[in-house]
């Protein structure tokens, strides 16, 4: 298995470099066409096309890659060029066609339209695309219903129903769904819904062509699954959907489709996709879970749902090509485990347990690479990993069966010092801490999206170790030293201000750990979740009262009055009260009267000593804001110097730069100058031979003729 992954991650590294090399070289030809541009690019397309000839069916090359949509790009350009080659437009043709060519039930669509005579073929596509339409678009909707044809497309879609096609009568459901109000209180009413659930059921398994599962998987979701709410809840549609006869078979039907396809294509995930949905209802999880548990394996399909589950889950993200297909089989599979063990049942009857172990192993091991494009999904198979390992199935797993050995498994796969590394981390690179860190009136930025997974894995993380401690001194100990930890309190403060339903849900589990230490500050991480409040309204409700507002709060951070309790450390706010003129008067006009002889004998020695205590303590206030503002001055002049420097620099190399195009501009003038020299000189030479050939041709007439003359003498003279 490493050798094919390692294998095939070789094989997209060197199409990825056959792809920017091919771009390269269109791009040279672009600028210039000598023959030697065009043997480069002929060489790499050469190998492009065999590389791409060569790829696994199922790769889809996306296009993220700049370099293939440079590629893309110069395609027509040269392909409509009158001076490409015959072998450049081959070569072009023969890639262009490998991209495709696996996509086998795209060519009827192409068929389709190039035929543009058998109304029957179009029909499922042109369905297909109304549907997504009207189902992404209200004005859309809008349009259809104000069309001249509505009528006549209303009898049509009714007709549709009843349609041989299966994608046809799932794209009519949906389009009755959005665009007929009578009619869907008839196809979904409580009467009829029973037949029109098992319907979409038959269809999502059978998938007679392209986006059939697709529209299917939509609809049941929208028919199920109620988007009012932030948390999922059932509709009242789909309420009594376990409780059909048919329920049972139909899960199973569905998820042996996972056994069966190739788990890396689109409509897998769509499956997938719908099982979470499910799932994710308290009133549908454990029906649906037992369902995919109780389906067997068959002579068709040699394995059961749930180990094709977990062999997705093991993919790595090259080799699923698409992120999410491995991160929802492990999403789905920590869902089914755990209904089995709920329901009874023991993990090795589904999944070996070493095989669990490697997964979480191989999870948690996941690098983070922040300049990566895909480290949101490395940062969430980690959170994956970690919920796996926490999940209720491996601590009823070691409770039930008491089995040391896999108790000691677990320890083993999540050491101590593996959960030490991924906190210390995600302490070091995550930017939340800064962010939080900063009063609300600097967090101008957004954070990365992967700085919030993040926060979910040391959510989570908190949660294993919880779960851990009481099986390992180590464990206890990493335990204990994250709760203790200051960092902690940003990552809360963020998941319980600005986190979804369940990472607020995480957080504020974790709040009640971190209770348990008596030093926690507490004080600090309700400035810091009020803070992030203060942030949202800060520019709604005070710019709207005051316009010159932010240009104030600015004002005052640069003055050295700002909230600085969030960046040093836990202390609550402190501002520097601003001293009242009036005061400051009266302290120096007694302390001229004292310096001009004032009788100490009228005011008391205590007195004195206050009056030059306030003093102190005023200057020293005042030196604290002066250095301050000459502290945030000093760090705007040595930002200031470098973006000087900097843009020094770039004006350096664009003068280098226009010097060479200059010099590169005069040498090409001097070249067309001695060019039109030599055009001149070869017209000259040209006009010259054509003298020469004139005057030859007169005196080769005058010496023939001198020959004529000469051979009528000679004759006379041989006749004498």
Not at 16 to 39: F, G, H, N, P
Not at 269 to 297: E, G, H, N, R, W
Not at 452 to 467: M, N, P, Q, Y
Request: glycine fraction near 2%; proline fraction near 3%; charged fraction near 25%.
């Amino acid at each position: 298995m490493d050798d094919r992954r390692l294998q095939y991650t070789e094989l997209l590294t060197n199409l990825e470099k056959s792809i920017t090399s091919s771009a390269a070289a269109a791009q040279r030809l672009s600028v210039s066409t000598s023959e030697e541009s065009v043997a480069a690019l002929d060489q790499e397309l050469q190998n492009l096309v065999r590389q791409t000839g060569s790829i696994d069916p199922t790769a889809r090359l996306s296009l993220k890659n700049i370099s293939l949509c440079e590629l893309l790009t110069h395609c027509p350009v040269l392909l409509s060029a009158s001076t490409t080659s015959a072998v450049t437009r081959s070569r072009l043709h023969l890639f262009l066609f490998n991209l495709g060519i696996n996509l086998l039930q795209i060519n009827s669509i192409l068929d389709c339209s190039r035929n543009r005579v058998d109304e029957p073929e179009w029909m499922p596509y042109c369905m297909g695309i109304l549907c997504n339409l009207a189902s992404r678009s209200k004005s859309v909707c809008q349009r259809i219903k104000r069309s001249t044809s509505y009528k006549t497309f209303s009898h049509r879609l009714l007709k549709l129903l009843a349609h041989d096609s299966r994608i046809v009568v799932v794209s009519a459901l949906v389009l009755v769904g959005y665009l007929e109000e009578k009619l869907r209180d008839t196809v979904f009413c409580a009467r009829n819904i029973p037949q029109t659930f098992q319907c979409v059921f038959n269809v999502l398994a059978i998938g007679d062509c392209l986006m059939t599962r697709h529209i299917a998987v939509d609809l049941l979701k929208r028919l199920v699954l109620s988007d009012v709410s932030s948390t999922p809840a059932i509709t009242t549609t789909g309420k009594d959907l376990i409780n059909y006869s048919y329920f049972e078979n139909s899960i199973q039907s569905v998820a042996g489709l996972l056994a069966q396809m190739d788990s890396r294509s689109e409509e897998s995930l769509k499956i997938y996709d719908v099982f979470l949905s499910f799932c994710s209802l308290p009133q549908m999880s454990k029906p649906t879970a037992l369902a995919i548990l109780k389906c067997p394996a068959t002579e068709q399909r040699l394995t059961t749902p749930v180990l094709s589950v977990y062999n997705t889950a093991r993919l790595s993200f090259e080799e699923a090509i698409t992120p999410e297909v491995p991160l929802n089989a492990m999403r789905l599979l920590r869902c089914l485990l755990k209904e089995a063990i709920d329901n009874g049942n023991h993990v090795q009857e589904f999944v070996p347990i070493e095989h669990l172990m490697q997964l979480i192993e191989n999870s948690l091991k996941t690098p983070i690479e922040t300049s990566s494009d895909v480290v949101s999904d490395q940062c969430r198979r980690i959170t994956e990993g970690l919920r796996l390992a926490e999940s209720k199935f491996i601590v009823v797993l070691s409770a039930v069966s008491a089995d040391d050995d896999v108790r000691a498994d677990i320890l083993d796969v999540v050491t101590a010092p593996l959960c030490a590394h991924i906190v210390e981390s995600q302490m070091i690179s995550n930017p939340v801490i800064v962010y939080m860190g900063r009063p609300p009136v600097q967090r101008t930025e957004l954070l990365p999206a992967w700085s919030i997974d993040g926060v979910t894995i040391v959510l989570e993380l908190s949660r294993v170790l919880a779960a851990l401690k009481d099986y390992s001194k180590c464990h206890k100990d990493q335990y204990w030293k994250l709760l203790k930890d200051d960092r902690l309190v940003a990552f809360i403060a963020y998941a319980i201000a600005c986190g979804k339903h369940e990472m607020t849900y995480r957080a504020l589990q974790l709040y009640t750990h971190c209770a348990q230490v008596q030093a926690f500050p507490t004080k600090w991480l309700g400035d810091l979740i009020a803070s992030c409040g203060d942030d949202r309204n800060i520019y709604s409700l005070s710019a709207s009262k005051n316009p010159a507002f932010a240009r104030t709060i600015s004002e005052h951070q640069i003055n050295g009055h700002g909230d600085d309790s969030l960046s040093s450390g836990r202390k609550t706010p402190e501002f520097f009260s601003q001293p009242d003129p009036d005061s400051l008067k009266q302290l120096d006009d007694l302390l001229l009267r004292m310096k001009n002889g004032m009788d100490l004998k009228d005011s008391r020695v205590s007195q004195i000593i206050n009056v030059f205590e306030k003093k102190i303590h005023l200057m020293k206030m005042r030196e604290r804001e002066l250095e301050q503002v000459i502290a945030k001055r000093e760090d705007a002049l040595r930002q200031t110097d470098k973006l000087r420097q900097l843009y020094s620099n770039r004006d350096n190399e664009a003068e280098v730069l226009s010097s060479k195009i200059l010099n590169f501009r005069k040498i090409i003038a001097d070249y067309e100058k001695k060019v039109e020299d030599e055009e001149k000189c070869v017209e000259t030479l040209k006009t010259g031979n054509r003298l020469l050939e004139e005057k030859t041709d007169s005196l080769q007439k005058a010496v023939d003729e001198k020959q004529n003359i000469l051979n009528v003498v000679v004759e006379k003279f041989v006749a004498f």
